[in-house]
């Protein structure tokens, strides 16, 4: 169990005031780990702060939006002054910002809006926390929330998708230059989790939820403590040879491609027009 104790280390996890990035927040708080939180939302911050404070942990919740450069040094000011180094980094803030649309008629303000969300602040809060993350060193920890839509196609979504294929590169890349120094550079790749934001399955109708058991191996949507686990697991000592490296945190999604499972138990990787298309595998009776 040692090698889940987090007593004595910093983490730094941004957009930390719900969802997985306050999941991620509280299983390091419960390792023993102090937690500073950058949270544009004042509610959230606020909120967050009450609870961390509540559970006795230590905490330094700032309320900063991590795309905005002046906000990210003024962040990484108040680290170093609270805190003198930072052994954890995790880039979670992400957002499609709901633009869902043919490539064709998206624009450039919306194309930078999501650049700007979903991988130029993993540049600036990295780039900024990089001195504290080496006075952590050996063994500090660098940890960005990616997304299932980085590893496959995503129509309608072309650029959410490209930006957060992105944060692979950038984790690979950064993790052979400060491999060296001991600071270990990976991702999160997830698939659809419920949270405050998104909230999948209350969006799913009535009568398809019970379909739902049947879109992935593991039987449902994520959940923030999903992430959570893959952040805490990333983060110790038991992935200390683990570096440049993207963990899909999906039920199976991507494993399972185009596959889908009809109602009688069969398999198609045709659309699910269930009269009309034939199925593999033995039914269910």
Request: charged share 20%.
């Amino acid at each position: 169990m040692t090698l889940l104790d987090f007593r004595g280390k910093v983490a730094l996890i941004t957009g930390g005031g719900g969802g997985i990035g306050r999941a991620i927040a509280d299983a390091y708080a419960q390792l023993g780990a102090a937690v500073v939180i950058a949270e544009r939302d004042a509610q959230r911050a606020q909120s967050v702060r009450e609870y961390l404070e509540g559970q006795g942990a230590e905490c330094l919740v700032i309320e900063a939006d991590v795309t905005d450069s002046k906000q990210v040094r003024s962040l990484a000011e108040e680290v170093e002054a609270r805190f003198r180094k930072l052994d954890i980094l995790v880039n979670n803030v992400g957002d499609s910002l709901g633009l869902v649309k043919p490539f064709a008629d998206s624009s450039e303000d919306e194309w930078d809006s999501l650049y700007a969300i979903n991988l130029r602040h993993v540049f600036l809060v990295t780039h900024a926390m990089l001195p504290l993350l080496r006075a952590a060193a050996p063994g500090s920890s660098v940890i960005s929330l990616s997304s299932v839509e980085g590893l496959r196609g995503y129509p309608l979504g072309v650029a959410y998708a490209a930006f957060k294929a992105g944060i692979g590169a950038f984790t690979k890349s950064l993790a052979c230059e400060l491999g060296p120094e001991q600071i270990r550079v990976n991702a999160i790749a997830c698939e659809t989790t419920e949270t405050e934001q998104i909230q999948i399955v209350k969006s799913v109708k009535l009568e398809h939820q019970p379909y739902v058991p049947r879109w992935f191996p593991l039987g449902r949507y994520g959940r923030p403590e999903d992430a959570a686990g893959a952040a805490v697991y990333l983060a110790s000592d038991l992935a200390a040879w683990v570096t440049g490296d993207t963990i899909l945190v999906d039920g199976g999604a991507l494993a399972q491609g185009g596959w889908r499972q009809m109602r009688d138990g069969r398999w198609t990787n045709s659309p699910i027009i269930e009269d009309a298309h034939r199925g593999y595998g033995p039914a269910k009776t």
